[in-house]
């Protein structure tokens, strides 16, 4: 995901490229070579990150920002098989 100062965004999302091999030994995922990219707008009050997905529908997303960290809530994000307790780190390059 990335934010630039013109308040625009886009993220790279690999999910629907992913491929799960069963093998004698266990699981084996590669990592995708493929994603699909959005392009949106954002605004961010100091608490609440907001988007337009690409259905056109606003997402607003709870974040902790501490240093070059961005934390969010799994919870706030309508991804399909995603564990609703968990946390998205990301970090600023």
């Not at 699981?27 to 954002?42: A, G, H, Q, R």
């Amino acid at each position: 995901m990335q934010f630039n100062e013109d308040l625009t965004a886009s993220a790279s999302n690999s999910a629907n490229y992913i491929e799960v091999n069963a093998t004698a030994t266990g699981l084996d995922i590669p990592c995708p070579t493929e994603s699909d990219v959005n392009e949106s707008t954002y605004t961010f009050d100091g608490e609440t990150v907001t988007t337009i997905d690409e259905n056109g529908e606003e997402v607003a997303i709870g974040v902790t920002i501490e240093g070059n960290v961005m934390t969010l809530d799994a919870s706030d994000l309508d991804i399909p098989n995603f564990s609703e307790d968990g946390q998205l780190i990301f970090v600023k390059r």
